[in-house]
């Protein structure tokens, strides 16, 4: 049997089990390791808690795990329970499926202040990761700006501007959702570098902040083009142009407001010893279409900033890394012989959940060139692996003990909630013994 390691449970990691599982037939075991005890990755630490629909496509990653050749291996990580170099010695190769789970800094000063938060801290305080379930961002203000124009940011918006009744049928944590019920905030300003032709911003989730309960969103009419331009857009770009547009209208000021300000760029966060004002200058584009500054500054009330400007895939000792891409350094998914690299950590934090299936595909394809599918390469794999995590009192999970913790989560969850998410190592693991 071929023995292969997968390292991280989130989309990519799935994918590429399901890929490798059917290239080799039967002929191959394939150990799904993850450093917290739960599967899922992005999906159930992502993913915003009140889109249910995006996160059932778990149902799948779970026939993948159900396989016989596949084992879910958590509570394992790599760099401190067993390394690299040891695990390439008990597999045929290591698909290093990571992910991009840490915030790109903003480069700007300030950032350092209290109250600056960046979105991967943000969403996973509000999504159950154990690494921010402290994080207590501050909502005692009455203004908060997010840095960013794709669909994090809307989502940190969302969340944001909702009320308690808003989130039924959502799996949002429980010390957020009374964090965010007694939030004081009431001005959400999106800042944008660039204009509404040039957003990353999706119709659906658009759409969604024009049905709010208790919060509008406003755009400027002043930085549209004129309308006709809009014919010149991508499809999907040009359905969400035109849900901005019909932002620009007065709104109901007994509502909350999610402000979007395009042409905005972050120069500086200031405070007396936390965040109080976000100063960014006003851009313009050139021929290109590049924004440019104007020289002009303006400052935005913000008690809050969270920053939605990217991820970084975090360096693992012995693996090649591409600092400039924040990914690890790779050939098409290569990184040599016998170790590869897959979605997020491969090409950086781009496309959508299904973008990671074909990237899978394809670097299970070259894994079995390189790895013939029925021959044997004389590895111990997870046996070995087992009898290594043994040694260092390692208790790692199974798929078995996730279906005890998910059962757990579902019987503990609020009225009309599918689970209650615990949040914390000790507790997954008290739940198993």
């Known amino acids: 049997m071929r ?90 190769a290591v698909i ?23 979105s991967a801290a943000f969403v996973g305080w509000y999504n159950g990761h154990p690494d921010f379930a402290d994080l207590d961002p501050l909502l005692d203000g009455a203004s908060a700006a997010i840095i960013g124009n794709g669909n ?8 944001l501007s909702k009320t308690r009744a808003e989130f039924g049928g959502s799996d949002i944590v429980d010390h957020a959702l009374d964090a965010l019920d007694g939030s004081a905030i009431r001005t959400i300003t999106l800042v944008g570098r660039r204009g509404p032709h040039q957003i990353a911003m999706t119709p659906k989730e ?75 200058e006003r851009t313009s584009l050139d021929a290109a279409g590049a924004s440019v500054g104007t020289g002009e500054t303006y400052a935005i009330p913000a008690s809050l900033v969270v920053s939605c400007i990217g991820y970084s895939t975090p360096p693992i000792d012995g693996v090649r890394y591409d600092e400039a891409g924040g990914r690890f350094a790779n050939d098409a998914g290569k990184i040599e012989d016998g170790l590869f690299a897959v979605g997020w950590a491969r090409r950086g934090p781009s496309g959508t959940i299904g973008t990671n299936r074909p990237d899978g595909y394809e ?13 044997d390469g004389g590895k111990a794999g997870g046996d070995g692996l087992d009898a290594l995590l043994a040694s260092r009192k390692v208790r790692s999970t199974s798929f078995a003990d996730w279906r005890r913790i998910e059962a757990a989560e579902a019987e503990a969850a609020r009225d009309g909630a599918p689970r209650a998410k615990m949040v914390r190592h000790e507790d997954w693991l008290k739940t198993l013994s």
């Open 206 to 280: 658009l759409g969604e902040l024009g049905h709010l309960e208790a919060a509008v969103p406003h755009a400027d009419p002043a930085d549209f083009p004129d309308s006709a331009a809009d014919a010149a857009l991508d499809p999907g770009v040009r359905k969400s142009v035109a849900h901005l547009r019909d932002f620009a209208t007065p709104h109901d000021a007994r509502k909350k407001r999610i402000e979007f300000d395009f042409f905005a760029k972050p120069v500086r966060i200031e405070g007396d010893g936390r965040a109080e004002r976000l100063i960014v």
């Open 3 to 92: 023995q292969f390691a997968v390292i991280g449970s989130g989309p990519a990691g799935f994918y590429t089990v399901e890929a490798l599982a059917k290239a080799y037939a039967g002929t191959a075991q394939i150990d799904l390791i993850d450093r917290l005890p739960v599967p899922y990755g992005l999906i159930r630490f992502g993913v915003a808690p009140d889109h249910q629909s995006i996160k059932a496509v778990s149902r799948r990653y779970d026939k993948v795990a159900e396989e016989d050749a596949v084992r879910f291996v958590g509570n394992v990580s790599v760099g401190s329970d067993v390394t690299i170099a040891e695990l390439r010695t008990l597999y045929d």
């Open 152 to 159: 994090v940011a809307l989502d940190v918006a969302r969340i």
């Open 96 to 118: 290093l499926a990571t992910g991009a789970p840490r915030d790109r800094a903003l480069g700007i000063p300030g950032e350092e202040l209290p109250g600056v938060v960046g």
């Open 363 to 375: 670097v299970a394809d070259l894994v079995a060139v390189a790895f013939a599918p029925g021959s």
